[in-house]
């Protein structure tokens, strides 16, 4: 409660975990060095970690849905982290997210600083206008991504020329791009297309957010602790090229084994990938790859159909289970153990319930036929007994009407 109320007044950087999380176990010591850094370096941004699940209200609250989550709290504003969990590059994103949207580059010598100290940045070059606010609007949207600057075009080099201003440029892999307003669509949607490098080094992270481009993504499979041939790097509009380091994650991916090392190709847009039908070894073998990609000539697998999804969810779950169980047994064997025990209680309660019920009605109509069996026999004994007994009486009426005389009989 007392964080609640006095979280407005600061800059907090929070780690959302859970007890029994084995990525939250990972996370600790990269959480202390942070915490750290941040302390020596001087930074307004204060860093503490909370449980959510014993502080259910605030996880719901600022929106945490999985384990572990990271927030930078900034006033009413809640920025989510989702680049890797280095502690670099969390402190990176802590000191641009704390700081101004958009920062000033007021002369030369800042301008190339921040050139050779970012791989990927935006500027806004020009004086006030509508597009100044838009730029300010995707800013404040985006700044968890990159980085964004406003200059005047005296800050440049000459050899950069723009052709009108205002204008946006975004200042990555050696060169320089202009947003064009007309051929690039919205200015979010470019600025999220551009703010990945040509090539770079791949993750789950980084593939989640290239997801959004809508790009094709190449990724070349590698051992970086046995490295072989340096990697050649391109850049292509409809192609974003990058590598990881080993298979694990793409494995969960596809739901599969990709060997190592090796090439894939994945369609962010409907979570179909391709396989190469032979091992690529050279550039031309790469080059056809692609080139088959393009023209529709390789086979596509996974997807985003119904079959694909519950496939997905069969694997998830599958997963889940055994990671409860390899971070904490205890907790696993309790978690599935118990509901377990339960319902086999209570499938034998019904089982034995229904037996003795059935045992029950089988008597009740064993000695309910008994007693009508009984009942037939009397009956048939008291018939017969009749038919024995009405002869004699007969006879005897017949022999007493004769030996009585007229008079008794008139008076009879």
């Known amino acids: ?37 941040l302390k020596i370096s001087g930074s307004p941004v204060r860093v503490g970690k ?32 989702k680049g890797p969990r280095t502690k670099d590059d969390i402190i990176e994103f802590a000191n641009r997210v704390a700081g101004p949207a958009v920062r000033s580059l007021p002369s030369k010598e800042m301008f190339e600083h921040m ?30 991504y990159t980085h964004f600057f406003s200059a005047l075009e005296q800050v440049f080099p000459e050899s950069l ?8 440029v975004v200042f990555k892999d050696g060169g320089y791009f202009t947003y064009d307003e007309y051929e690039d669509a919205s200015l979010s949607s470019w600025v999220n297309r551009e703010r990945f490098q040509g090539y770079l080094q791949i993750d789950g992270f980084t593939l989640y957010e290239l997801g959004e481009t809508g790009k094709l993504v190449a990724i070349a499979v590698i051992d ?22 080993g298979n694990d994650y793409i494995n969960s991916l596809i739901m599969g084994e990709v060997a190592v090392p090796s090439v894939i190709i994945l369609n962010t847009s409907n979570e179909q990938y391709f396989l190469p039908s032979e091992a690529v070894g ?3 073998q790469l080059v056809h790859f692609i080139k088959s990609v393009l023209n529709g000539s390789a086979q596509a697998y996974g997807g985003d159909g119904f079959i694909q999804r519950i496939k997905r969810i069969a694997f998830d779950a599958k997963s889940t289970i055994t990671s409860v169980f ?20 209570m499938c034998y309660g019904i089982c034995t319930a229904e037996s003795d019920y059935g045992s029950d009605d089988t008597d009740a109509l064993k000695r309910l036929t008994d007693e009508e069996d009984e009942d ?31 008079a008794e009989k008139k008076t009879d």
Not at 50 to 74: H, N, Q, W
Not at 224 to 245: A, V
Not at 330 to 344: D, Q, Y
């Open 161 to 168: 020329t723009l052709p009108e201003l205002p204008a946006v």
């Open 50 to 81: 909370m449980d959510a699940t014993a502080y259910s209200g605030m996880s719901s609250e600022f929106g945490v849905r999985g384990y572990p989550t990271i927030k930078l709290l900034k006033g009413d504003l809640a920025y989510n982290y």
């Open 224 to 245: 970086e602790k046995d490295p072989t041939e340096e990697s050649d790097r391109y850049k292509n509009q409809d192609f974003q090229f990058g590598h990881m380091d």
């Open 326 to 345: 390899r971070s904490s047994p205890l907790l696993g064997c309790f978690l599935f153990g118990l509901p377990l025990g339960v319902i086999s209680l």
């Open 282 to 284: 050279t550039m031309e």
């Open 115 to 144: 050139l050779k100290r970012h791989n990927v940045l935006f500027v806004y070059v020009g004086g006030e206008s509508p597009l100044k606010e838009k730029y300010n609007d995707v800013a404040s949207e985006l700044i968890v």
């Open 376 to 406: 037939e026999e009397e009956e048939q004994e008291r018939e017969q007994s009749a038919e024995l007994e009405g002869p004699e009486e007969d006879e005897l009426e017949g022999e007493e009407g004769a030996e009585k005389d007229p």
């Open 1 to 37: 409660n007392r964080f609640k109320d006095k979280r407005v007044n600061d800059i907090w950087l929070v780690d959302f975990y859970a007890p029994w999380c084995g990525y939250c176990k990972k996370l600790e010591p990269i959480w202390n060095e942070v915490g750290l850094e």
